[in-house]
Every structure is written in C-alpha cells, then in structure tokens.
C-alpha cells in the first residue's frame, strides 16, 4: 500500500549516510589538526650573546633564546642541552633546567647564563695557550615535555673567544709636580705591556703604593690609555701623599726614579669582547 500522507518517505540508509559522512569529516579535520600540529613545530633562535666579565680565570657569558611555539597545543620546556666547542674541541658541555611553558602560537624569551672556566679547557687542550684568541660555536636544543612528542629542535651560532694573559706593568720613573706643607703629588710612569692577541683599553687602575713592605697609599686612576696587541703603552698615574707619608716618600723619590717604591695594581679595561680584570 502506498504512502497516502504526501509527505516523503523516510529513508534509514540516508540518515545512516548522513552519519558516516559527519564522522569522516570530523576524523579528518583531527587528522588535518595533527598534521597541521606536526608541520609547525617549535623554532629556537639565538638572538643574543655578550660576555658580562672576563678575568684570568673565567668569563661569563648571557645568551638569549627565542622560542616559538606556532601551533595549537601549549608548549612545556624543561631544560635546554648545551654545547660550547671548537674545532671538535669541546670547551663546555652542561644540561641546565629551565621550567617554561609557551601557549599557543606564542613567543618566549629565556635567558641562559654560561661559565667558562679556563683552567678546564686548558687541562684538557694543553695547546691553547694564554692570550690567543681561538673560533667557537655554541649549538642549544631544548628538551620539552615528552608527551607532545615535539623533535628536537637545535640552533647554533658562532663567536671568538679569548684566553686572556695577564699584561706586565713596570714603574718606570716617579717624578715630583707639585710639594707644599700639607702634600705631596707625584706622577708615576707606568709601562704597560700587553702580550694578548687583543687590544685592551684601561678604564681604571686600583692601585697601592708601597715603601718599605707598607702601603702609605692607595686610591685609583682613569688613564684611558688603549695597548694594542703584542705592544706596549706608556701611562701616567698621578698620586698624592700625605702628612704621614709626605717625608718616606719624599726621601724616596730624590733617590732617583722611584728607588725602593713599588706599586701594586688592579686593572680594570675593556676589549670588543666585553669588560675584562687583570
């Protein structure tokens, strides 16, 4: 008997079409997600790099590292693998732990502090010597949280560093410029010697005078003088004596350049690396 509503006759395999249909383009819009997921994986970039100071026995380095997490899923990082080497010498290898986690389709900064001890390397590479200058690469890659199942990402970049030697310095002469009752000012001839492959430029020196294995003053001076690698600089550096001292020192220096007066020092002075000590 035929259908005498006039309305259509429903059909139980179009419904069950319909159905499949909205099953199979929900598992491909996850499917597209998921493969959409894996192509835009997380980037690492070095932006930055600087030694904040050097001195005969370390320098310390910043570096900075963008990470970027373009896809969909928010991003946990939980530490970051570290390699400082040259010419397949390895100068640092470390794994630090850095808890940070970058939402979605995000930018994240991390700052990494690295100490690089030079007795170490030395030990290990007897012929890197003091004051050369030797390549280096550092290379990163981060480890993140393992269930994102994220592969390792890595970056890397290049730079020189320095294995500084200390520089000698000479009192040369000490000369009277002005005397009176209450003082006396002396300038002191300084012979600053720098055997680095770098040039260096004083900023400051600390310094004690000494007369008789005893400091009768101590104070400190701005040469800005700049010694040029494997060469040496001429400075001056003022001094004033007082009452306690004024008749030692006064003795002293008239026995001609400086007899019995020695100085001891602290060199504070800046390279393109960064500030350095001596």
């Given at each position: 008997m035929?259908?005498?509503?006039?309305?259509?006759?429903?059909?139980?395999?179009?419904?069950?079409?319909?159905?499949?249909?909205?099953?199979?383009?929900?598992?491909?819009?996850?499917?597209e997600?998921?493969?959409?997921?894996?192509?835009?994986?997380?980037s690492?970039?070095?932006?930055?790099?600087?030694?904040?100071?050097i001195?005969?026995?370390?320098?310390?380095?910043?570096?900075?590292?963008?990470?970027?997490?373009?896809?969909?899923?928010?991003?946990?990082?939980?530490?970051?693998?570290?390699?400082?080497?040259?010419?397949?010498?390895i100068?640092?290898?470390?794994?630090?732990?850095?808890?940070?986690?970058?939402?979605?389709?995000?930018?994240?900064?991390?700052?990494?502090?690295?100490?690089?001890?030079?007795?170490?390397?030395?030990?290990?590479?007897?012929?890197?010597k003091?004051?050369?200058?030797?390549?280096?690469?550092?290379?990163?890659w981060?480890?993140?949280?393992?269930?994102?199942?994220?592969s390792?990402?890595?970056?890397e970049?290049?730079?020189?560093?320095?294995?500084?030697?200390?520089?000698?310095?000479?009192?040369?002469?000490?000369s009277?410029?002005?005397?009176?009752?209450?003082?006396?000012?002396?300038?002191?001839?300084?012979?600053?010697?720098?055997?680095?492959?770098?040039?260096?430029?004083?900023?400051?020196?600390?310094?004690?005078?000494?007369?008789?294995?005893?400091?009768?003053?101590?104070?400190?001076?701005?040469?800005?003088?700049?010694?040029?690698?494997?060469?040496?600089?001429?400075?001056?550096?003022?001094?004033?004596?007082?009452?306690?001292?004024?008749?030692?020192?006064?003795?002293?220096?008239?026995?001609?350049?400086?007899?019995?007066?020695?100085?001891?020092?602290?060199?504070h002075?800046?390279?393109?690396?960064?500030?350095?000590?001596?």
């Amino acid at each position: 008997m035929g259908n005498t509503s006039g309305r259509p006759a429903h059909s139980v395999a179009n419904e069950g079409d319909k159905t499949t249909r909205q099953r199979t383009t929900l598992n491909d819009l996850l499917a597209e997600e998921r493969k959409e997921q894996k192509l835009e994986s997380p980037s690492v970039k070095i932006t930055s790099m600087a030694f904040t100071s050097i001195d005969l026995e370390q320098a310390h380095m910043d570096v900075e590292v963008e990470i970027h997490n373009p896809g969909k899923l928010g991003l946990n990082l939980v530490s970051m693998n570290i390699l400082l080497d040259s010419d397949s010498r390895i100068l640092v290898a470390a794994k630090q732990d850095h808890a940070l986690s970058i939402v979605p389709n995000h930018v994240e900064f991390l700052k990494i502090s690295l100490t690089i001890v030079y007795k170490n390397i030395q030990d290990r590479y007897p012929e890197i010597k003091p004051g050369q200058i030797i390549p280096y690469n550092l290379k990163l890659w981060p480890d993140y949280q393992e269930t994102l199942n994220v592969s390792k990402i890595s970056t890397e970049k290049a730079g020189k560093l320095p294995f500084p030697l200390e520089p000698t310095v000479q009192l040369k002469k000490a000369s009277i410029y002005e005397i009176s009752m209450e003082q006396l000012s002396v300038r002191l001839q300084l012979k600053v010697e720098n055997k680095n492959e770098f040039h260096f430029s004083v900023q400051k020196i600390d310094y004690n005078v000494v007369l008789s294995g005893e400091v009768v003053v101590s104070g400190s001076a701005s040469p800005k003088t700049v010694v040029r690698s494997n060469s040496f600089k001429l400075t001056d550096l003022p001094i004033t004596f007082w009452p306690k001292n004024l008749l030692t020192a006064l003795f002293t220096i008239a026995r001609g350049r400086g007899s019995g007066l020695t100085v001891q020092w602290k060199l504070h002075a800046y390279t393109h690396f960064g500030p350095i000590q001596f």
